[in-house]
Every structure is written in structure tokens, then in C-alpha cells.
């Protein structure tokens, strides 16, 4: 069973940025898609940024130009850098699959709040 773990989140000014990591157990991680979704207070968890094996990226408009995913395969890892955030940013962020087929992890919290 693969487990995720989520870390880097923080409280940071509107206009602040932080880098958030997901770690996989596992092998196999260079070939999957891998997808960071947030769950803001009272709202259901959506897609954020999804990285692809060949390392495309895809954004949810919101964050397009802000936040930008990355990958360390030999590390199982990835990343999210937010730049210019914004306190309709703050939630708890997760990665998993793009379907969420993977347990989820515990998430990291982002507020963004002056």
C-alpha cells in the first residue's frame, strides 16, 4: 500500500510563497501521474496541478502563472511551488493519482492570511 506524505504548508502573508513536497512509498512512482488537490474550508477537494510521467504539467486556471509542480523521481516526490498566493489559496492541500486511487495522506495546511 502506498503511502503519501504531505508537508511544507505553513501561514504566510497574501502575496507570500511556499513550497509544498509529497513523498510516495513504492516503486513504480517515475510512471505515474501524479496530482496535487486542495480542500478549502467547507468545500469539496479539487484538482490544483497535475504532473505526467513525461513531466507535462496541467493548472487550474486559478493558479495558472502562480504555482508550478514538479517531480524528483529518484526522490518519489513532488513538489509545489506557490508564488503569489492568496487567501483564497488557504486550504489542505493533498497529493494522490489524478483519480485519488491511492489512500489519501494527512495533507498540509496552507493559510494565507495577513
Known amino acids: 500500500q502506498v503511502q503519501l506524505v504531505e508537508s511544507g504548508g505553513g501561514l504566510v502573508q497574501p502575496g507570500g510563497s511556499l513550497r509544498l513536497s509529497c513523498a510516495a512509498s513504492?516503486?513504480?512512482?517515475?510512471?505515474?501521474?501524479m496530482t496535487w488537490f486542495r480542500q478549502g474550508p467547507g468545500k469539496q477537494r479539487v484538482t490544483v496541478a497535475t504532473?505526467?510521467?513525461?513531466?507535462?504539467?496541467f493548472y487550474e486556471d486559478s493558479v495558472k502563472g502562480r504555482f508550478t509542480m514538479s517531480r524528483d523521481n529518484a526522490k518519489n516526490t513532488v513538489y509545489l511551488q506557490m508564488n503569489s498566493l492568496k487567501p483564497e489559496d488557504t486550504a489542505v492541500y493533498y497529493c494522490?493519482?489524478?483519480?485519488?486511487?491511492?489512500?489519501w495522506g494527512q495533507g498540509t495546511q496552507v493559510t494565507v492570511s495577513s
Open positions: 494522490n493519482r489524478p483519480a485519488g486511487i491511492w489512500s
Open positions: 504532473i505526467y510521467s513525461d513531466e507535462t504539467t
Open positions: 513504492g516503486k513504480g512512482f517515475s510512471s505515474y501521474a
